[in-house]
């Protein structure tokens, strides 16, 4: 466990470059997710509209013969930020207790449904700037958990080559966001 705080460092290891990491935790039917979005040089623009400006997040389902998998878009003032995940490259632990959390998508509802907490770091310091929890639709978990569910067997070397053919076609995270299959908006 951990804990974040603004002003303060990060728990979180440091990216050799700006980028973003989404981790996501299963807890019986409950879904733990975090997006660790890391910037060097941060603006007070870019900060206050992760702190109470418009953020948009989108969807992207990365498909193959192999298996599928989610990218998460992460639109915050000026920048676009993408984060593929993958449960193939999850411990079989991990796997498993992921597996039965995404299965209860379906249960979700306009009510009830899984929060995101995005976590804003300045990469150049280490200090988290920003941390913002959001409410993103039952429709969007159970896209996510679709894709998801379909990477279980994806090795490394699979999802490596698939993102390698989808960034020669959209080598810019803003250009993924025409092919999002669901996006969201959040004031």
Not at 2 to 31: E, H, N, Y
Not at 163 to 187: G, I, M, N, T
Request: proline share 5%.
């Amino acid at each position: 466990m951990f804990i974040l705080a603004c002003g303060q460092p990060s728990p979180s290891p440091i990216l050799a470059q700006d980028g973003a990491v989404m981790t996501i935790d299963g807890d019986g039917p409950d879904l733990l997710a975090t997006a660790k979005i890391q910037v060097a040089n941060l603006t007070d623009t870019e900060i206050k509209a992760a702190q109470n400006g418009k953020i948009k997040i989108a969807l992207v389902n990365v498909r193959s013969r192999a298996g599928s998998f989610p990218i998460f878009l992460f639109k915050i003032g000026g920048m676009v930020l993408d984060a593929p995940v993958s449960l193939g490259l999850a411990a079989a632990d991990e796997r498993e207790r992921l597996t039965h959390a995404l299965l209860h998508a379906g249960g979700l509802t306009r009510n009830a449904t899984w929060g995101l907490t995005i976590e804003i770091v300045e990469r150049s310091t280490h200090t988290t700037q920003s941390i913002r929890m959001i409410a993103p639709s039952s429709r969007f978990w159970r896209a996510a958990a679709d894709a998801l569910l379909g990477s279980v067997d994806l090795s490394g070397q699979q999802q490596q080559e698939m993102l390698r053919r989808l960034y020669l076609k959209y080598p810019a995270p803003s250009q993924l966001l025409r092919r999002a299959v669901h996006v969201e908006e959040f004031r």
